[in-house]
């Protein structure tokens, strides 16, 4: 089993930055995709940023139109962490974030994890 616990969220003005970070634990092996997710109120939960595996020697980010040059998505496979930074901020970025990773686990086998959210307010 592998859990996953998030961080950073928070109450930020527009224009500002914050940086969300989703750490995994348990029967790791290797995190083999990754990807933010955001639901706005009244909205449907929409991918904002992953990491697309197996392009180039780290994987190629990839973002939504609305969040792309404001938002980046990294990653530090040594503590099995993934970041999404937030910059330029405005209140359509409000809502909560999910990280969600697959992991290859120890022993083999691999399955797909959500986070618990954080949620993220953007005042103007």
């Known amino acids: 089993q592998v859990q996953l616990v998030e961080s950073g969220g928070g109450l930020v003005q527009a224009g500002g930055s914050l940086r969300l970070s989703c750490t995994a634990s348990?029967?790791?092996?290797?995190?083999?995709?990754m990807a933010w997710h955001r639901q706005s109120p009244g909205k449907q939960r929409e991918l904002v940023a992953r990491?697309?595996?197996?392009?180039?020697?780290?994987?190629?980010?990839d973002y939504a139109d609305s969040v792309k040059g404001r938002f980046s998505i990294s990653k530090d496979s040594a503590s099995n962490t993934v970041y999404l930074d937030l910059n330029n901020v405005k209140p359509e970025d409000t809502g909560d974030y999910y990280c969600?990773?697959?992991?290859?686990?120890?022993?083999?086998?691999?399955?797909?994890?959500w986070g618990q959210g954080t949620q993220v307010t953007v005042s103007s």
């Open positions: 969600q990773v697959a992991v290859i686990h120890i022993g083999g086998g691999w399955r797909e994890y």
């Open positions: 990491i697309r595996p197996l392009i180039g020697p780290d994987g190629m980010p």
């Open positions: 348990g029967s790791i092996q290797m995190i083999n995709a």
